[in-house]
């Protein structure tokens, strides 16, 4: 099965949602009019996608629509198409070992099984990777970490609960330089990014990262749930800030949330979106590509 | 900036409405528009904003104005009256079952904060006299029962687990131990599972079936968007929910979602979920969330939150002093530290009608210069601090001197503390004339 094909897959109860009803309507409506259109605006809307953005596209539709002349439906899906895409900035995630991962975000967004899942990934990309469980405050959250590494075959660092996370991430750098890793994943506990005495614990985290690893590629990967809704832009926002976030992990994209938010947080914050997870399987995480999600969900 | 607060939006859109003796169609029509928007930048379904609106703006049209309000502000009280009549006009409670055992049930999506939850509850429950059984009904996370284990470890409060068995056994396996432990309330917490997931739907529908559950309580992020409603709509239409808790509430959400699951349901908000500890479950108040997303503030919270965290004795202590009129720098000093254990200052002021996010901007310094206030007061001889009209010129250089200020920064904290001391005169005056009676809170206080 090709990517294509998986991912469409993966997004189908999405797509099925979204796409089923942004299609009934073309389908019915031959010409585009104000009401095809204010519609269509209402569809994006109900997909988390943000006024702001919304307004954005939807301006940008109707000047189209006056200057190419649009007349049918299916040239209008292409067109917004083509406008969605346009906002996706193009910055693909590549490693240059030996990296650090510092996984952030807030609470219950599924940190910890996407790193589970992305260990996978790059261990059998062939890179040698180990985990530090950062999150030493939410019970039990190193065991679930452990159990992961397990059913990947992953070795997991980790302190007791309660522990500084610091020295737990200090411990793991120094496992990972002397074992050799390419990668070392870096869970850390969820935490909204309103609590600053939390926020400031995570730039004391990419602190000890910097300043302990200074050889290694240092990146951020902000997870988030793709349910979240325009709250997504505060917390992306705010941890960019924090720890400079390089990339998006996009997690829950197989219920019927779809996922809009992405496309505002490309748009507003420039942040590419990485990986999307569609399912709890440890291969259920896949890279993402931003074209193929547009033409996926439209 | 593009994300101001729902609070800032309609407060910009009422003063621009407040003022005008008369309402036309269009004004409501122009208003109607901007609490659209904001309603939907809050996360609010659309489907839910759009009869809202429709609502509010029938009401607001036909309805004769008051004499005693403006225009504007009959309108702010008719949004009000309708989030609040949406949200569910009155707190509610917990059922229990008459006899013998009540089973509540948590479920939802992953991620939404069942498992912590579950502990919350069962904390509140057995600090209200109940012996409640925590029951780890989620087999397919990770670590999800040991993480249930050490919450109830914590608490001292029993964990029934029963390994990776199917949960339905599990759930009637609990109330035969509920019942051998003479435990009275049993809180069965499930995994989190995907709306559309039938096989994992179906398995709840089981466990209701074979428990007979007094309540099912759906746990919601308050962060969630649009999606909300259809999640909340497949877990009532499944499994008939009791109520609904809202977690995650302590962060900057609009929180939207209470609105539109509230709205889908019809089924109340129990409770809402307010931070990491264990404490932080706390009732669900409809009147103060439609206050707090109207920008009338959360006096209510902030009350109870005051009378939560000051001492009692030493607020006696105080209310003496003041009534002899002997409030000192002392006095000054132990009240900010009191002030300051209610919450960071900007958490505070959030809660105060009339202080918009906006104006908060900027305030983090301001909480750096209470550390320097006390700084400052340190610096003062006891003398002093007992007697601040004696603090001169030289004893002014003195004190900045030794607490690293400028003269400047002890001439207004001792302006300050002379206001205090004034304002403080004030309100003692005001009980001793009786007056207090019941002391109205600014309702639309922008």
């Known amino acids: 099965m090709g990517f294509f094909d998986k991912l469409k897959q993966g997004l189908s109860k999405t797509r099925n949602n979204f796409t089923d009803r942004i299609e009934n309507l073309l389908k019915f409506t031959k010409r585009v009019d104000e009401e095809t259109l204010e519609e269509l605006e209402e569809v994006l809307i109900s997909a988390d996608v943000g006024i702001n953005v919304t307004q954005k596209l939807m301006d940008s539709l109707r000047e189209r629509v006056k200057t190419s002349r649009i007349r049918s439906s299916e040239d209008l899906k292409t067109a917004l198409k083509d406008e969605i895409k346009g906002l996706f900035p193009q910055k693909k995630m590549s490693l240059q070992p030996p990296s650090v991962l510092l996984v952030v975000g807030v609470n219950g967004v599924g940190k910890t099984t996407s790193i589970g899942k992305l260990a996978h990934i790059f261990k059998n990309q062939g890179y040698k990777v180990i985990m530090a469980a950062g999150d030493t405050f939410r019970a039990a959250a190193a065991e679930q970490l452990e159990i992961w590494g397990q059913r990947s075959g992953v070795d997991v660092i980790r302190h007791q609960e309660g522990s500084d996370p610091a020295s737990v991430l200090f411990d793991a750098i120094q496992a990972g330089k002397s074992r050799r890793t390419d990668i070392i994943i870096c869970d850390t506990a969820g935490r909204l990014h309103t609590k600053k005495n939390l926020m400031e614990e995570l730039r004391k985290l990419y602190r000890v990262c910097q300043k302990e690893y200074p050889d290694a590629q240092l990146l951020s990967l902000m997870v988030l749930d793709a349910t979240t809704g325009q709250n997504a832009l505060a917390q992306a926002r705010i941890f960019k800030d924090a720890v400079d976030i390089s990339g998006i992990v996009l997690t829950k994209l197989d219920g019927t949330a779809k996922g809009g938010i992405a496309i505002a947080i490309a748009q507003e914050l420039n942040l590419p979106v990485w990986f999307i997870g569609v399912g709890e399987g440890i291969d259920d995480l896949q890279e993402f590509n931003s074209d193929e999600f547009v033409d996926a969900i439209l | ?446």
């Open chain 2, 1 to 446: 900036m593009a994300f101001e607060a729902l609070t800032q939006k309609l407060n910009d859109i009422f003063k621009m409405l407040k003022g005008k003796g008369k309402l036309t169609e269009a004004d409501v029509k122009q208003a109607m528009r901007e609490v659209k928007l904001a309603l939907l930048e809050a996360d609010v379904n659309f489907k839910v904003v759009k009869e809202l609106i429709q609502r509010i703006s029938e009401r607001a049209v036909g309805q004769e104005v008051m004499e005693s309000l403006t225009p504007g502000q009959q309108v702010i009280k008719i949004v009000n009256d309708e989030l609040v009549r949406l949200m569910g006009s009155k707190e509610a409670k917990l059922n229990f079952s008459p006899g013998g055992i009540t089973v509540i049930m948590l479920v939802g999506l992953q991620g939404s904060g069942k498992t912590t939850t579950a502990g919350k509850l069962g904390k509140l429950l057995s600090k209200s006299g109940k012996k409640p059984l925590l029951v780890a009904a989620d087999i397919y996370r990770p670590a999800a029962i040991k993480q249930l284990q050490v919450i109830g470890e914590k608490l001292d409060i029993p964990v029934f687990t029963m390994g990776q068995q199917d949960p339905v056994n599990i759930a009637m396996a609990s109330v035969e131990y509920a019942n051998r432990h003479n435990n009275d309330v049993i809180i069965i917490d499930t995994a989190g599972r995907l709306h559309i997931d039938e096989e994992l739907m179906d398995e709840l529908s089981r466990i209701k079936q074979a428990v007979n559950p007094s309540e099912i309580l759906l746990v919601v992020d308050s962060m969630t968007g649009q999606d909300a409603v259809n999640v909340a709509e497949e877990f009532n239409k499944r499994l008939a929910l009791t109520g609904l808790i809202l977690t995650k509430l302590d962060g900057d959400t609009r929180g939207g979602a209470a609105l539109s699951v509230k709205a889908v349901t019809g089924c109340p908000i129990k409770f809402v979920g307010m931070g990491e500890k264990l404490e932080n479950l706390e009732p669900f108040y409809p009147e103060r969330m439609a206050s707090r997303i109207l920008g009338m503030g959360d006096v209510l919270t902030l009350i109870e939150k005051a009378s939560q965290t000051f001492d009692l004795k030493k607020a006696q202590e105080l209310e003496q002093k003041l009534k002899t009129q002997s409030f000192d720098l002392n006095d000054f000093l132990e009240q900010l530290s009191q002030v300051k254990k209610i919450g960071s200052l900007d958490q505070i002021l959030s809660m105060i009608p009339g202080f918009s996010q906006q104006k908060l901007k900027g305030l983090e310094l301001n909480e750096k210069e209470l550390v320097h206030v006390e700084a400052i007061i340190n610096s003062m001889t006891p003398e002093e601090r007992k007697n601040p009209s004696i603090i001169n010129g030289s004893r002014r250089k003195r004190i900045a001197a030794g607490s690293g200020t400028s003269i400047q920064d002890v001439n207004r904290l001792l302006k300050q503390y002379e206001q205090t001391r004034k304002m403080i005169k004030q309100m003692t005056d005001m009980e001793k004339s009786r007056k207090r009676g019941k002391q109205r809170f600014p309702f639309f206080g922008f």
